[in-house]
């Protein structure tokens, strides 16, 4: 065990923990700074890291299994995250805290280390919000549906050879000069994008040439869509992708990807020292798929707000229209006894 072993940092016994549960995914992005903070533990002969890309594995060693026997305080939020997850979940998903902005920073650290609890239900996690306004500052914890435990990344061949290219990139290829990609890695460049326009019918998306996709987008995004090398359409919109060469690492490329749940500057898949942009495709499909399951549950919440304001209505109608009958009979029982007292005078 290397000789500073005996203290580590507050992510680094995250990482620790996260690889002793097996490295489960969580987000590419999240994943990859672990991957780095791993190494510095594999350095220390706490764990052990093997592969690159997505041959990369991490097991946990003995020594790293005898330092968390060791400093048994490096666990104690567990305890308290799996009891916050039962309260939560005993109140129906939804729990009030007592004391207001007072216990929002002691939740926060609890609500976020809660993602790694092997007690978090399959595809929900916890979320912090404000219940309330500022006169009344209350805080919620909720379970959110968290699509990425449901989503699993699945490899994406990219061709060595191409035999027939999409059409949008045989016009890229033909390009004299491509102002974001140099000759010498055209080709490379070239076959990530037809791995994409491969695998995008397998997915349930469909492929569109420039020209294609401005015609179905609206002028904010036709600037983008005019810039992309390839399109994808799915039942949220569409997927714009633009390839270059990064200006400060020639021979490095990046993906970018514009289009509904996308970053606002669009997600982006690029080169590093261990991992390839053809080693993190399965991660933008991977992505893509979550953002049409988030979708997909805007629109049921959507029509189910829709459906139970209908609801509140006709409830609010039959109530009216009993108190309209109500009325009716009094104004006609009012009626009749004015005329018998008419009579009998």
């Known amino acids: 065990m290397g000789r500073n072993a005996a203290w580590l940092s507050e992510k680094q016994v995250g990482v620790l ?86 216990v929002e920073s002691a939740y926060k650290e609890l609500v976020r280390i809660s993602d790694q609890s092997p007690t978090r239900p399959k595809g929900w996690r916890l979320k912090l919000h404000n219940a309330g306004s500022w006169a009344d500052p209350r805080r919620e914890v ?83 869509i005019g810039g992309c090398r390839l399109a994808l359409r799915s039942s949220e919109g569409v997927y714009a992708i633009r390839i270059k060469e990064r200006s400060a690492s020639p021979g490095n490329l990046e993906l970018v990807v514009y289009g509904p749940g996308a970053s606002y500057d669009g997600d982006r898949y690029r080169d590093t020292k261990t991992i390839s942009v053809e080693d993190r495709l399965p991660q933008l499909f ?32 039959a109530e009216a229209r009993v108190r309209h009958d109500e009325r009716a009979r009094w104004d006609a029982f009012e009626q009749c006894s004015s005329d018998w007292h008419a009579v009998r005078n």
């Open 17 to 102: 923990d996260w690889i002793k549960d097996g490295c489960p995914t969580v987000d590419p992005e999240v994943d990859y700074g672990r991957r780095i903070t791993a190494r510095a533990l594999h350095r220390r002969g706490l764990v052990t890291v093997k592969g690159r890309g997505a041959s990369w594995t991490a097991s946990i060693t003995k020594p790293g299994l005898a330092w968390q026997e060791a400093h048994p305080k490096a666990k104690l939020g567990e305890a308290q995250v799996d009891d916050l997850i039962g309260r939560v979940q005993a109140a129906g998903g939804r729990l009030e805290l007592p004391g207001g902005r007072d």
């Open 142 to 224: 909720v379970l959110v549906r968290h699509f990425d435990d449901l989503v699993e990344t699945v490899p994406v061949p990219v061709p060595r050879h191409v035999a027939r290219y999409h059409p949008t990139i045989r016009a890229f290829l033909s390009e004299k000069k491509s102002p974001e990609v140099s000759r010498a890695y055209l080709d490379r460049a070239a076959h990530i994008l037809q791995a994409i326009a491969d695998e995008a019918p397998r997915r349930g998306l469909t492929v569109l040439t420039a020209e294609q996709a401005r015609s179905v987008v609206d002028r904010r995004q036709y600037q983008t």
């Open 286 to 317: 991977r992505a893509l798929e979550i953002y049409r399951l988030r979708a997909d549950l805007r629109v049921h919440e959507r029509e189910r707000e829709a459906a139970e304001r209908r609801r509140r209505w006709e409830a609010a109608m």
